[in-house]
């Protein structure tokens, strides 16, 4: 999981486009958007995390670092 990419990829693209990208590698299809990752794995969790972000600016109001902070603040938990 790299912060910069899921950053770029929630500040570049809608929902719609990132929910389009999770489906393609779903289905182990190419995305129509650029994800970077080291493989598949890496590429899904990168647009999952973005999803998330995006999901939580339009419930919350927040902006893209505080819903940012609130994704890593998530996987810290999950992992301690």
Known sequence: ???PVIKKLAEAHSLEELQ??????????????EVKGDDEGEQLT???????????MT???????T???????KVRKSIG
């Not at 389009?20 to 958007?33: D, S």
């Not at 990168?46 to 939580?56: G, M, S, T």
């Not at 919350?60 to 670092?65: E, I, Q, T, V």
């Not at 819903?67 to 603040?73: G, M, N, S």
């Open 20 to 33: 389009t990208a999770e489906e393609a590698l779903y289905n182990e299809e190419v995305p129509a958007i």
């Open 59 to 65: 419930q919350y109001g927040s902006d893209l670092k």
């Open 1 to 3: 999981m790299k912060i």
């Open 67 to 73: 819903a940012l902070r609130a994704y890593t603040v």
């Open 46 to 56: 990168h647009v999952l995390a973005a999803v998330y972000i995006k999901e939580h």
